[in-house]
């Protein structure tokens, strides 16, 4: 009677240990929410990036990891995504370089003007420095100890071209008196206040009334970008005079206490897909806006600056935005990160 009674016991303990397992396993495999930012409609570059990202994080961690996107600055502005992330209002940010340059000004490395060297559909240069540790891994350390885990960038942008109205843009006399609507950021408007044009600054969702209306002459965007938004303008010119990127940054606290499988996962697995994805769709679709917006119904005049005159605007701007890049950010910064930039640049792309 009493081994009847035990084994009845350990039985009721065994089956008691099989319902709690489930439970168990299913709470140590917990759904991670991970709610995404950022300005831009999903039929843009940015937005796919952002899909892209969200598809491959879902599926390599196997429904651990939701994420959830809101696109169209639908939580909050472009200027507010970061303290939004630091508040805990959204896990992460997909943001752009100048926005980003507001809490490191190190991130207008790629603003300095002809220092990352691209062309239409080449961005050889780009690619490598977004993925060295001279370059954006400094980047990635110092945003850390601003709460922030810096995944990488997911490129739009071959290249920063001129798009203008009143007259193209041949040599570096023709800048003078233009109102140009810049990027902004620590170096964009010196650029182009070099060059005798003023700067002005002006909203994305008003840009095309403030073309029609004359408010700015033109402007200086990513080719794809100017493209997709329909920006167009009666003239553009080449080469492109600085890259831009656009940082992908989650919150440094929320990414602590993720899994290191998980972590592991998304730093090893989704961001190198996507970031290649991102530069070979920029690349391809960028040159094949290039060949559509010169054909009807644009009807772009496009120019493409000789080197000689490249030569020009790159002598009367770079040296002066160098200059103002180590005053800000410190020699000690600024040289080496401006030395590994130099040492990657594409023999064919150099200019001396």
């Known amino acids: 009677?009493?081994?009847?009674?035990?084994?009845?016991?350990?039985?009721?303990?065994?089956?008691?240990?099989?319902?709690?397992?489930?439970?168990?396993?299913?709470?140590?495999?917990?759904?991670?929410?991970?709610?995404?930012?950022?300005?831009?409609?999903?039929?843009?570059?940015?937005?796919?990036?952002?899909?892209?990202?969200?598809?491959?994080?879902?599926?390599?961690?196997?429904?651990?990891?939701?994420?959830?996107?809101?696109?169209?600055?639908?939580?909050?502005?472009?200027?507010?995504?970061?303290?939004?992330?630091?508040?805990?209002?959204?896990?992460?940010?997909?943001?752009?370089?100048?926005?980003?340059?507001?809490?490191?000004?190190?991130?207008?490395?790629?603003?300095?003007?002809?220092?990352?060297?691209?062309?239409?559909?080449?961005?050889?240069?780009?690619?490598?420095?977004?993925?060295?540790?001279?370059?954006?891994?400094?980047?990635?350390?110092?945003?850390?100890?601003?709460?922030?885990?810096?995944?990488?960038?997911?490129?739009?942008?071959?290249?920063?071209?001129?798009?203008?109205?009143?007259?193209?843009?041949?040599?570096?006399?023709?800048?003078?008196?233009l109102k140009i609507r810049t990027p902004g950021g620590l170096l964009g408007d010196l650029f182009f206040k070099q060059l005798g044009a003023n700067f002005i600054v002006v909203p994305g969702t008003e840009v095309p009334i403030a073309l029609q209306t004359g408010i700015i002459d033109g402007l200086s965007t990513a080719a794809l970008h100017w493209h997709d938004a329909r920006w167009h303008t009666k003239y553009a010119t080449l080469p492109y005079w600085c890259s831009y990127t656009l940082p992908f940054m989650a919150s440094l606290k929320w990414w602590n206490t993720l899994p290191n499988d998980i972590k592991n996962i998304l730093d090893n697995k989704v961001i190198p897909e996507v970031m290649e994805l991102a530069d070979n769709q920029t690349e391809q679709l960028t040159a094949e806006a290039w060949k559509t917006v010169q054909k009807p119904p644009y009807n772009v005049q496009v120019y493409t600056m000789p080197k000689s005159e490249v030569l020009r605007i790159k002598n009367a701007t770079q040296e002066v935005c160098i200059k103002k890049f180590r005053d800000v950010v410190g020699k000690d910064v600024a040289d080496p990160m401006i030395q590994a930039v130099r040492k990657l640049t594409p023999p064919d792309l150099a200019f001396d």
Not at 65 to 70: C, F, I, K, M, S
Not at 130 to 140: I, N, S, W
Not at 152 to 173: A, H, Q
């Open 1 to 177: 009677m009493k081994n009847k009674v035990f084994f009845t016991v350990i039985g009721i303990i065994c089956a008691c240990a099989l319902l709690v397992m489930p439970c168990m396993s299913e709470a140590s495999e917990k759904v991670i929410k991970m709610r995404v930012i950022h300005a831009y409609p999903g039929n843009t570059q940015h937005g796919r990036n952002a899909e892209k990202f969200k598809e491959l994080a879902e599926r390599y961690t196997n429904g651990r990891l939701a994420v959830t996107l809101y696109p169209n600055s639908s939580v909050c502005s472009i200027t507010q995504e970061l303290a939004t992330v630091l508040s805990g209002g959204a896990e992460a940010s997909y943001n752009i370089n100048g926005i980003v340059e507001s809490i490191d000004h190190a991130e207008a490395i790629w603003t300095i003007p002809y220092l990352v060297r691209t062309d239409v559909g080449d961005i050889r240069h780009l690619r490598k420095a977004l993925r060295d540790p001279g370059v954006e891994g400094v980047l990635k350390k110092r945003q850390e100890k601003l709460g922030f885990h810096r995944f990488g960038s997911f490129t739009t942008c071959d290249g920063f071209g001129i798009y203008v109205n009143k007259r193209p843009i041949k040599t570096l006399e023709d800048f003078k008196g």
